[in-house]
């Protein structure tokens, strides 16, 4: 057996914050009132991390990279037929190629929405002042039922899966997302993890965060 390093620390902090932030924006959203100050604001944070990953998948530790888990279809049948090659069960595997890019679209979606919505009790997104009132009512019901429930579908399939993977196929896919390393029967490649790549990291979500106040403000700016 061969120990690597499969999620490198930024990887690792997104993959937690973004799911503290998922089950924040869950709960303030439930309890409503004066918590959806904190909705928005955990949206915001959301956002930020969703812009970093975008960003980390092409200049990230290798295992992180969107080219180390694009898998071709045939690969995909390979794999739920039992035929995969060592490299697929490392970081993301065919399937888990599948609830990556879902949840990324479906979080950004969801967020992208909110800055538009309007519950005309509790919340005003920041951007509502910038499109009609057809966009903001669309807007306002895409994110409160449909983004809702299919963010909350897909979390419960990828807790699921996790299960899944630990008790049937005795894969433990929480370790590595916590420690870094995995052990595999082939040397294959580390993800590069090392001080310069993880200030790399921090100037990367630094800009993303950036990029959110700048959207944010647009809205501001239109209110002013």
């Avoid at 998922?22 to 959301?46: D, F, K, Q």
């Avoid at 449909?146 to 433990?172: E, P, Q, T």
């Avoid at 580390?190 to 809205?219: E, P, T």
Wanted: hydrophobic residues 50%; aromatic residues 12%; proline residues 4%.
């Amino acid at each position: 057996m061969h120990t690597i390093r499969v999620w490198d620390l930024p990887t690792r902090l997104f993959h937690w914050s973004l799911a503290l932030c998922v089950i924040g924006l869950v709960i303030t959203a439930n309890v409503g009132g004066s918590w959806m100050t904190w909705h928005g604001r955990l949206g915001y944070a959301v956002l930020s991390l969703l812009l970093f990953r975008i960003v980390w998948g092409f200049v990230g530790g290798h295992w992180s990279r969107f080219s180390s888990f694009l898998y071709h279809p045939s690969t995909l049948l390979a794999y739920l037929r039992g035929n995969s090659r060592p490299e697929d069960r490392v970081g993301h595997n065919p399937l888990g190629m599948l609830s990556v890019f879902a949840l990324i679209t479906v979080l950004l979606l969801q967020v992208s929405t909110g800055l538009f919505a309007d519950d005309e009790i509790a919340f005003t997104g920041p951007l509502v002042g910038l499109v009609s009132g057809d966009t903001v009512s669309q807007a306002t019901r895409y994110h409160k039922s449909i983004g809702k429930l299919l963010l909350i579908a897909l979390v419960a399939l990828h807790v699921l899966a996790i299960l899944f993977y630990k008790w049937v196929k005795k894969d433990n896919l929480v370790r590595p997302m916590v420690l870094g390393d995995k052990q595999v029967v082939a040397p294959l490649p580390s993800a590069r993890d090392n001080g310069a790549s993880r200030l790399l990291a921090l100037v990367i979500w630094a800009a993303c965060g950036a990029v959110v106040y700048w959207i944010v403000g647009l809205g501001q700016t239109s209110w002013g």
